[in-house]
C-alpha cells in the first residue's frame, strides 16, 4: 500500500504567524533589534563614541549651558616641563596658574571649564586634544613657561597658535620640544608634519584657525600694560596639543622659569592673579564677539 502525505491546510491567521516569524529571524539575523530601527553598524558606532567620551570626560564645573573652556597645564607627573636655575618646574607653575585662571572665570560666571589635568599626572598630548573635543569645548588654553636655554635673560610670554610652517627658529625649537614630551615618556609620538596637513585641511573648512588666531590676539590687546611680551609675541607651529580640528586652541607660554624675576612673578600670587585677569577678560571678549556655531562648525 502507497503512503500519502496528509494534506496541510494553512488559515490566514497561520500565514500571518509565519510572517511574523520569518520577519522576526530576518531582523535577528542582520543584527538588529526588532524594538530600534536602527541599523548595527550605525548602534556599533555610537556606543564607540558614548566609550570616547567616557574615557575623556572631565568634572565640569559653571553656569549650565554656558560656553565651555578647557584649561590645559602642560607637562605634568614624570615630565616636569623646563625646569628653572632653583629648581622651580614648569608642570608646578602651570598648574598653579591654570587653577588660579580657573577660580577666576568661575567667580565671573557665564562660563563652564574643564581642566585636562589638577593634579601632578602625567596625560599625553593626543588625549589633551581628545579631551577638548569629546567635552564639545568651545575654547582650549594650554598653560605653559618655557625654558631660556643658553639665552640666561630669556624673558616675556608669548602666544601660539597651530600651522604646519613655523613662524621661526625659536617657534620651530619649541615645537619639537613641546612634542618630544610624549616620546621622552615611553609615548610614540603620532603628529608628524603629514598629520598635521591633514588636520589643517580640515581645519580650513571651519573657522577654528580664525578663531585661534583672534583669541590671541585679544590676550595680546588685554595684556597691554600688565604683561611683557616677546617680540613678536604672537608665534605659530605644528604643535600637537593645538591639533582638535573643531576647537578653537592656543598655547599661552606664560614667560621663562629659567628667568629668576619672571619665575618669581608667575609664582607670586599677584603674578598669577594679574595672568588670570588677563586671560579671562581676552575669554569674554572672544565669547561675546563669536558668532553661534553652526552643524557644520561642530562637524
Request: hydrophobic share 45%; proline share 5%.
Amino acid at each position: 500500500m502507497r503512503f500519502q502525505r496528509p494534506a496541510v491546510f494553512l488559515n490566514k491567521g497561520m500565514l500571518a504567524g509565519a510572517g511574523v516569524l520569518l520577519a522576526l529571524l530576518l531582523l535577528l539575523l542582520a543584527g538588529v533589534a526588532p524594538q530600534n530601527s536602527t541599523p548595527a553598524y550605525v548602534q556599533r558606532v555610537s556606543l564607540a563614541a558614548r566609550a570616547a567620551g567616557e574615557r575623556y570626560a572631565r568634572p565640569v564645573s559653571g553656569t549650565a549651558g554656558a560656553p565651555l573652556i578647557v584649561i590645559d597645564a602642560g607637562h605634568g607627573g614624570a615630565d616636569p616641563g623646563a625646569v628653572g636655575g632653583d629648581g622651580i618646574m614648569e608642570k608646578t607653575v602651570v598648574l598653579e596658574l591654570a587653577n588660579t585662571l580657573r577660580r577666576t572665570l568661575l567667580e565671573q560666571g557665564g562660563v563652564r571649564v574643564v581642566m585636562t589635568r589638577d593634579d601632578d599626572r602625567f596625560i599625553p598630548l593626543a588625549e589633551r586634544t581628545a579631551i577638548a573635543r569629546a567635552m564639545d569645548a568651545d575654547l582650549f588654553i594650554s598653560i605653559h613657561a618655557d625654558s631660556g636655554g643658553d639665552e640666561q635673560n630669556a624673558a616675556g610670554a608669548s602666544i601660539y597658535t597651530l600651522s604646519a610652517q613655523a613662524s621661526g627658529r625659536q617657534a620651530e625649537r619649541f615645537a619639537q620640544r613641546e612634542n618630544s614630551a610624549d616620546v621622552v615618556n615611553g609615548i610614540a609620538l603620532a603628529t608628524g608634519n603629514n598629520t598635521v596637513d591633514t588636520i589643517l585641511f580640515e581645519m580650513s573648512q571651519r573657522r577654528a584657525l580664525t578663531e585661534a588666531a583672534e583669541f590671541a590676539r585679544l590676550i595680546i590687546r588685554e595684556s597691554e600694560g600688565q604683561l611683557r611680551f616677546r617680540d613678536p609675541p604672537r608665534r605659530s607651529a605644528a604643535l600637537a596639543v593645538l591639533t582638535a580640528p573643531d576647537v578653537p586652541s592656543i598655547l599661552f607660554e606664560v614667560g621663562f622659569v629659567t628667568n629668576p624675576q619672571e619665575a618669581a612673578r608667575m609664582t607670586s600670587r599677584e603674578g598669577r592673579e594679574q595672568f588670570a585677569r588677563v586671560t579671562a577678560a581676552a575669554v569674554r571678549s572672544f565669547l561675546a564677539n563669536r558668532a553661534p556655531r553652526s552643524p557644520a562648525d561642530l562637524g
